[in-house]
């Protein structure tokens, strides 16, 4: 079952992902492209664990138009995927509710917060939720598992055992169904003051009962609430075990946030925190954000955004730091989304067979997001743009010229480069996947995003 985070942030979100412009073409191969990373600023090395400051992701959405960075220096904001921000929003949500996705982050030359010309940090993949006993069943979500030690829990409730075999909260059960009755079995065999009839939902363990304070990360549903490293209140809001509070979890560093090396894949290596209106601000980038998450069986998307700028507000939590009021933006180039693919999102008419790049040049997310289509005069009339020309050479276009001589078929068989140099799908070859003459990426241009953070303390941990 496809997670919820399949459908925004990597389906809608990034399905937002190119848009505006007005036709391809133009000679501007003697400039520079958009985004020359800035070289590594003197100050403390990264080095995994070693930093300051550790924080995870808390909140992200993705913001209004007026939050964009100016992308591509004509003074107006740029963040196309805007268009879509509302209907991604509880999607987006829902996953990190679901810690589908998790983004920790450590900051590095940094030990006393105060303004400072060299800033660097680093953001990983976190794990919180698990599945020890691999029954298919997580623990810390509503609705999970609360026995991780014991593969047949969740399941049939067994008469006499002692322990929640059924995840409710209760052990064995008279009835099981919506009008249960608790047992009246009053004794107490693992001494810790509770009997199953008062409560106790798991009564060979002493460190579970009700009322117990829960203990995160050991598996068990201590205050048998059904769920194991997870108490909810009346509300339904996380009052323990909750990673976005301001009481520090532990989230464990996911081995996929790293290289081959060992180096985090996201590193900020010249960032700077400036005093502004008695307050301090985070500014680095432009550099690459790039995060690969499983959302089902067999599939792991990578989501790439390029010339990635952050700024966010250094603020205090806990009595730690935070950033508050953060922004995250650049560009998910055209190659990104080809590669974003077996996901099924009937909502902007995404199959498991296309790609994101299909959805949004081919189908119904180019009108959704205004992207502008190449006039009738044009060789190559219908075809949509992107909004940012990364490589300056102008702006590419993508469409569905039905090479596969299906009409119902809606999937991008032509890229038209800047330059005006037309490539085809062939059967070995995507076209997005061409090369220039240099061995590089030919399709770099992409459309404009702006990602609004914030972070709370944590404790971050190897596997």
Known sequence: MLRSLSLSFWGVASAGLLAMASACGGDDTSLPPLFEPKPECMGE??????????????????????????????GDPDNKLAGVGSLAREAIQDSLNEYDILIPLEMFDFATPGADSCVKFALYLGLYKQDLDEDGEDTAVDGGDCNDHNGAI????????????????????????????????????????????????????????????EICGDGYDNDCDGVADRTTNAQGVVTACNPYDDTPDTIRLDPRGFDTAGAPLIAFTSGEVTSQAGGLKLVAGPSLFQVSVPVTDGIELTLKITGT??????????????????????????????????????????????????????????PLLALPALPPSSPHAGCRTPDIDVDRDGLEAFCDKNLDGDPNTQVVDTCIDGDGTVIQDTPTMQCSEALDSNG????????????????????????
Request: a negative charge; aromatic letters at 2%; hydrophobic letters at 40%.
């Open 45 to 74: 090395s990264i080095s995994v664990l070693n930093g300051q400051h550790r924080q995870l992701i808390s909140f992200l959405e993705i913001g209004d138009l007026a939050d964009g960075f100016d992308l591509d220096g004509d």
């Open 309 to 366: 700028t952050v700024e966010a507000d250094i603020a205090m939590a806990g009595g730690r730091v935070v950033a508050m009021n953060g922004r995250l933006g650049g560009v998910i180039d055209a190659n990104t989304a080809d590669t974003i693919r077996g996901l099924d999102v009937p909502e902007i008419s995404l199959t498991p067979e296309n790609s994101l790049l299909d959805a949004v040049f081919a189908n119904v997310l180019g």
């Open 154 to 213: 969740p399941g049939a409730e067994v008469a006499n055992n002692r322990i929640d075999d059924d995840c409710d909260g209760l052990a064995d059960e008279l009835n099981d169904g919506p009008n249960q009755t608790p047992s009246t079995d009053d004794g107490d065999m693992d001494g810790d003051g509770q009997s199953i009839a008062q409560g106790d939902c798991d009564d060979t363990n002493n460190m579970i009962k009700s009322g117990m304070a």
């Open 440 to 463: 590089k990426k030919r399709f770099v241009d992409g459309i404009s995003v702006e990602l609004n953070f914030a972070t709370a303390p944590a404790d971050l941990v190897r596997p």
